[in-house]
């Protein structure tokens, strides 16, 4: 009878309490306050979890709930909320934990949740602030079916939505009983979220579409898992705009999870309309995974690549990336970036691109491979139909290129372009002007002579303490992931220990998550 008590409990947080059940519409009460004049987070979060399942909260127009505390539903079974400002007027104390701020909504196990008609509002007026990091719009741990529909996120100190696991004890390194599953998220809106736009850190199986992400802090999309057994699978992201500027990237993949916990994930027909701060999009697996990630495929989608000397527009390492009927373009100014860097058995696959702008077209080491197919590959300097001194034609207009993977014979390179002859030689751009450190003064980045790159992204060098917070979350999901696969065990996800489960269960506040 213990024994099975004990399962009971540890699975409550993932199937949720045996509760009545029910198919009501009701009205937040009148009791509390709909003006935001008053934090009422701990009222509202008291009704909330105590509805039956199958409740839909329909909140009248013009409500407005302030929720400095955030809301934290616990192993909600078909929730619906509909309508209403939540806002958050909270700011981060400096220098404090991040774990000193919560999430706006937190919907923290549970199935067949909707949030749909809301807007969520913070006191964010730009930019990162490190106290803030989990402060989110919503975040997901381990949810079975979810939709997010016609929400506007704004002014959030961390990411507009996070989409993660449902840990034993809330934290990374323990049992993950469940991530987020069959997930999706449509018309959203997120303006000047701190962090992220949107965090996919251990999903499977979610489909998003008509996002705008604007004035994003670091990344618009992170795919970042915190632990070697979890990561991003049979995701899509479909019709997005993003615009800025953005602090970071358009697409980040990197952290500590395995190779194999991270694929099937494809982004199309998004939009840039600003160029990011170095790559648009990087895969960086943990030196310590032998199985690539991937396949990320990207599709008629436009990026806007940054003013780099040291990244890449596409940065791979250890993954499998294709580009397909895609528009790179860098910016104009003294410093353009390579199309690609392919490193530690990478796979980058081009067709049918417009690419224009490039300094060179990119470096592949002989692990990995490159190809390019078709398409038009035009270099900055370039115009159209002109040719170079050399006589390379400036447009190509049916390329392959191929980088051999070790012990394959080095192919002949050949460009083509309309009414031209063809060139051995890939359209490259040289220049008398040393590399450097970049430097700032208003407008575009500029070099200056006699100083070496640093081994970061130029995101450290533009902004100081961005690259000081990226090269940390890198070294520390490097450390993590070593010693993880060190000892690495089969991923567990129900029963788990009770113990842990019944911790929670005695403090359902869920706040010792580091975050993603």
């Not at 749909?116 to 381990?142: C, E, H, K, M, W």
């Not at 104009?332 to 081009?350: C, D, K, L, P, W």
């Amino acid at each position: 009878m213990v024994a099975v008590f004990a399962v009971v409990i540890s699975l409550f947080m993932w199937v949720g309490p045996v509760a009545a059940t029910g198919s009501a519409t009701v009205l937040p009460p009148s009791s509390i306050a709909g003006n935001c004049t008053q934090d009422v987070s701990t009222v509202m979060q008291r009704w909330l979890n105590a509805l039956p399942a199958g409740t839909t909260v329909a909140v009248p127009a013009g409500s407005c709930y302030l929720v400095n505390e955030g809301l934290a539903l616990m192993g909600a079974h078909g929730l619906t909320i509909t309508g209403g400002t939540w806002r958050d007027a909270s700011t981060p104390v400096t220098n404090a934990s991040p774990k000193s701020m919560n999430p706006v909504f937190w919907l923290v196990g549970g199935s067949g949740i909707t949030l749909q008609g809301l807007t969520i509002a913070g006191s964010n007026a730009g930019g990162y602030n490190p106290a803030g990091a989990f402060a989110a719009g919503i975040r997901v741990d381990g949810v079975v079916g979810l939709t997010v529909s016609n929400v506007t996120i704004s002014g959030v100190y961390g990411d507009g939505i996070e989409l993660t696991a449902l840990r034993a004890d809330g934290d990374i390194g323990s049992t993950i009983i469940n991530p987020t599953e069959s997930a999706s998220v449509s018309n959203v809106a997120v303006t000047g979220a701190g962090r992220q736009g949107i965090t996919l850190d251990d999903v499977s199986g979610a489909v998003l579409s008509s996002l705008v992400l604007n004035h994003i802090g670091i990344n618009a999309f992170d795919v970042e898992a915190d632990q070697w057994n979890e990561g991003a699978q049979n995701v899509t992201i479909n019709g997005c705009t993003v615009g800025g500027p953005i602090g970071g990237l358009f697409f980040a993949n990197g952290g500590a999870g395995a190779g194999g916990w991270t694929g099937n994930l494809t982004v199309e027909n998004c939009k840039m309309s600003g160029p990011a701060a170095g790559e648009a999009v990087l895969v960086q697996d943990s030196p310590a995974q032998d199985t690539p990630r991937g396949p990320f495929t990207f599709v008629n989608d436009m990026l806007e690549c940054g003013s780099s000397v040291y990244v890449a527009c596409v940065e791979d390492t250890n993954g499998r990336i294709a580009i397909d009927s895609s528009t790179l373009q860098m910016p104009a100014g003294t410093i353009h970036e390579r199309v690609y860097a392919a490193v530690q058995g990478s796979t980058v696959n081009f067709g049918s691109d417009t690419v224009a702008g490039y300094g060179s077209v990119g470096t592949a080491d002989a692990s990995s491979s490159v190809s390019i197919g078709g398409g038009s590959w035009t270099p900055y300097g370039w115009s159209s139909g002109g040719t170079t001194p050399g006589g390379i034609p400036t447009t190509t207009t049916t390329t392959t290129t191929t980088v051999p993977r070790p012990g394959e014979p080095a192919p002949s390179i050949t460009w083509h372009a309309a009414g031209t002859t063809s060139s051995s030689s890939p359209p490259t751009l040289t220049t008398s002007q040393p590399q450097g450190r970049l430097t700032s003064d208003g407008a575009q980045p500029h070099l200056t002579a006699n100083e070496s790159a640093p081994p970061y992204s130029d995101v450290a060098a533009r902004t100081p303490w961005l690259g000081r917070v990226l090269e940390m979350e890198l070294m520390a999901g490097c450390a993590l992931s070593v010693a993880l696969v060190l000892g690495r065990k089969r991923r567990q996800r129900r029963p788990v220990p009770a113990r842990t489960t019944m911790d929670l269960l005695r403090n359902p506040d869920p706040t010792g998550r580091r975050g993603s």
